[in-house]
């Protein structure tokens, strides 16, 4: 039977260096739980390691955590990356560690935590992930696709770090499963700011930095279950499954 | 002043296009923001960006400029070159940072005028 999830699939942790530190795993599941949310991604910028934890923290619980990654293009686009699994996510981690470069600095951009599902820090993450790979938004993509990952440009309706920002348009040969527009602007004022764009699936999600903005906004998917298969489904609009409107 | 000039002048590395340097160039505009690019460049402008996508050929074509120049040495992508070879943008190469190509393109521009 069909029914409607409630979904947040872009959420950071404290890895991210603009995220507060608050968004530990066990925090964040918490939060989401008390949102009502069924399915949520756990999206850092251009780093994976919370995701584990997150896992950890959800288990036995009512909610479904996608493995994911904000990546940043060459072109300074930001992509979201949504797999399947974790051993897809680790693939995907390597190809990002190669094309990164530069050391974060903490007092500038932020702490980048590490954090297990007991609250406890793990590690701390030096890397610049407030930088840009070397890699293009189409590389980027095809690399997503290689490991039947979902790749969706991420708030394309903010001017900064958004395809249509850096890039100007989407062309018609791009290959995006969905667009991601951001709570601010909402689905029904995207649509009818971007007219051109009526052949794609839209997304609305929190990108939280803070545990505060988790579930404020959220996608309706129509689905079976709450699994992967299934939100691919409801991107292509197949056997019923879709993204409520 | 022609493209050509400007090609001559400042040493640039022409990559593709190489036979629609006779246009004329009437001003120009710097900047890596497609979206910001297509709001206020003007037909006839030469493009200084670092962007090397294919995007910044439809850009361009759009916006009916004269040619674009990639800065840093900046190697545009083996589509972006196919794109502009068939719109016929030329596109040039300068292993200078955009701020001192654009002060020596707007030198050359206003000294002519």
């Known amino acids: 039977m069909l029914k409607v999830y409630h979904c947040d699939l872009h959420i950071h942790t404290c890895l991210s260096p603009c995220a507060e530190l608050d968004m530990h795993p066990q925090a964040l599941v918490a939060r989401a739980l008390e949102k009502n949310l069924d399915i949520i991604a756990v999206s850092d910028h251009n780093a994976s390691a919370n995701v584990p934890y997150v896992l950890a923290a959800a288990a036995g619980k009512n909610i479904r955590i996608v493995p994911a990654m904000e990546i940043t293009t060459r072109e300074e686009v930001h992509v979201l990356a949504l797999l399947e699994n974790l051993s897809a996510l680790r693939e995907l981690q390597a190809l990002i560690d190669r094309h990164l470069f530069g050391k974060n600095d903490e007092d500038r951009f932020g702490v980048q935590a590490v954090v297990n599902e007991r609250g406890e820090v793990e590690d701390i993450n030096t890397q610049l992930l407030l930088g840009a790979t070397d890699l293009s938004i189409d590389e980027i993509v095809a690399a997503i696709h290689r490991l039947e990952g979902l790749a969706i440009p991420a708030h394309i309706d903010r001017e900064s770090f958004s395809v249509l920002g850096q890039l100007g348009f989407i062309d018609d040969n791009a290959h995006f499963d969905a667009l991601e527009i951001s709570g601010r602007t909402g689905l029904s004022r995207g649509r009818l700011r971007y007219p051109e764009l009526d052949r794609y699936p839209f997304l609305t999600s929190s990108d939280a930095h803070f545990l505060r903005d988790i579930g404020t906004a959220t996608s309706a998917l129509l689905l079976e279950a709450p699994t992967f298969a299934e939100i691919r489904m409801a991107l292509a609009g197949q056997n019923g499954r879709r993204i409520v409107e | ?113």
């Open chain 2, 1 to 113: 002043m022609k493209i050509e000039e400007i090609v001559q002048a400042l040493g640039l590395d022409v990559k593709c296009a190489k036979d629609c340097l006779d246009r004329e160039v009437t001003g120009g505009y710097t900047g890596d923001l497609l979206s910001d690019v297509m709001g206020n460049s003007k037909a006839g402008y030469i493009w200084i960006t670092r962007q090397v996508h294919q995007n910044i050929v439809a850009v361009a074509s759009l916006k009916e400029h004269s040619a674009i120049i990639l800065i840093n040495s900046s190697q545009p992508t083996a589509e972006t070159m196919e794109k502009a070879e068939a719109e016929k943008i030329p596109i040039m190469v300068s292993d200078l940072p955009a701020f001192e190509i654009s002060g020596k393109i707007y030198n050359l521009l206003t000294a002519k005028s």
